[in-house]
């Protein structure tokens, strides 16, 4: 079992930045791959980016170049600049255990970008 806990959201102008955390905890020695997704309503859920305890990291290709991802044992980040009002949504942390086919996620964090 993983807890995911997510922070840092907010209410930021169009081109400032914000930065998301998520600390996991519990069985955190077995997390492979931690990511952020976000579904905007209306939309599909949307990968936005992740990345593996080896440290290979995928980007949507809504933000790259914008939002980095980073890791730190058993803390996520996602560091978002030159943010849009199209980026306004509940963001989420997701993390995927080796060998497993089960995944668990955060309570999300909302973040709002004013035009």
């Known amino acids: 079992q993983v807890q995911l806990v997510e922070s840092g959201g907010g209410l930021v102008q169009a081109g400032g930045s914000l930065r998301l955390s998520c600390a996991a905890s519990?069985?955190?020695?077995?997390?492979?791959?931690m990511a952020w997704y976000r579904q905007v309503p209306g939309k599909q859920r949307e990968l936005v980016a992740a990345?593996?305890?080896?440290?290979r990291t995928d980007y949507s290709d809504s933000v790259k170049g914008r939002f980095t991802i980073s890791r730190d044992n058993a803390k996520v980040y996602l560091q978002m600049n030159s943010l849009k009002p199209e980026d306004t949504t509940v963001y989420h942390c997701?993390?995927?255990?080796?060998?497993?086919?089960?995944?668990?996620w955060g309570q999300g964090t909302q973040v709002i970008v004013s035009s």
């Open positions: 997701n993390a995927v255990l080796v060998g497993s086919s089960n995944d668990y």
């Open positions: 519990g069985s955190i020695f077995r997390i492979n791959v």
């Open positions: 990345i593996t305890s080896g440290g």
